[in-house]
């Protein structure tokens, strides 16, 4: 597994901003923009007109609704690609009509996305997502990697990639997600904090030997000196996960997600540890699962 999984490449080179165009929902800019300077990417910035703005339209005010939907989605588009083509970044608009998740699915295929961005907030007492259930469906079914940015994250928020916290239970979905951990960090020349928070399936293992697993698992070469900390704690894993994070004052969170086993957990409802991180995290999260190709 490990063999075949090391020898997969790791780019980012078509991004995609997933926006409801609400300014939580473009929070995670800064962060692609940062992630896009290192990797040479093209971002898409996407909005989806879902079709429940046409449910109160009377049929032959529903040509005006459309028009009048589209126009103003076309001009917010329009004024967020301009700023990032003002910072020399390659940026493209998708415009689209339908299921969300439907079209956003399209979008992955079509244009051969390797990374989502969506923002995140919480409303009336609830933390949920921006896009509700379908932010977390990608979250759990995208074949690329997604970037979500949290309520916690303030607005000046510093962007850049300093440090970076993967955390790890030592699943198939959490060593795909070293990958991508370990190529961020050698291409942002990023500490990286490696975090395993202890449970049953480590049985009697000592922490030396875990601490070794954990090296193994990121470290390509013996004198590679992107890793600097390697952490193996005890506790609940979101806490310690996140209490490590805030220590470090990480800006970036990677962990691997899939389901049962892995970490950290996506329950039917994406609650869990993952919801928690994701929600609680000072900086941006992102979440990578694992594929039948990296099995």
Not at 40 to 66: C, D, K, N, W
């Amino acid at each position: 597994m490990a063999t075949k999984a090391n020898a997969l490449p790791i780019s980012f080179r078509q991004i995609l901003v997933a926006t409801d165009l609400s300014a939580a929902s473009v929070l995670s800019l800064p962060y692609v923009v940062a992630i896009a300077r290192r990797f040479g990417s093209t971002i898409f910035v996407g909005h989806v007109i879902p079709l429940m703005i046409y449910g109160a339209a009377r049929p032959q005010s529903m040509e005006v609704v459309t028009k009048e939907a589209r126009a103003a989605a076309r001009e917010k588009l329009a004024e967020i690609v301009g700023r990032l083509r003002a910072q020399t970044v390659k940026a493209r608009t998708l415009l689209g009509e339908g299921d969300v998740g439907v079209v956003l699915s399209d979008w992955i295929h079509e244009h051969h996305l390797e990374l989502i961005a969506m923002g995140t907030t919480g409303r009336s007492g609830v933390r949920k997502l921006v896009l509700g259930s379908v932010a977390e469906e990608m979250i759990r079914v995208a074949k690329c990697p997604v970037l979500t940015v949290g309520p916690e994250i303030s607005n000046e928020a510093p962007a850049g990639l300093g440090i970076i916290l993967y955390a790890t239970d030592f699943s198939r979905d959490s060593a795909h997600a070293a990958l991508y951990a370990r190529s961020l960090a050698e291409r942002s020349a990023s500490r990286l904090i490696v975090v395993h928070v202890r449970g049953a399936g480590d049985g009697q293992e000592s922490e030396r030997a875990l601490r070794q697993r954990l090296t193994e698992l990121v470290r390509r070469r013996a004198d590679h000196p992107a890793l600097s900390e390697v952490v193996v704690a005890g506790g609940k894993p979101a806490d310690k996960i996140l209490q490590v994070a805030n220590q470090h004052a990480a800006d970036l969170i990677v962990i691997g997600v899939r389901g049962v086993g892995a970490v950290p957990r996506l329950a039917s409802h994406f609650g869990s540890t993952a919801h928690d991180i994701i929600l609680r995290a000072r900086c941006p999260v992102l979440t990578v699962r694992a594929t039948e190709s990296t099995a």
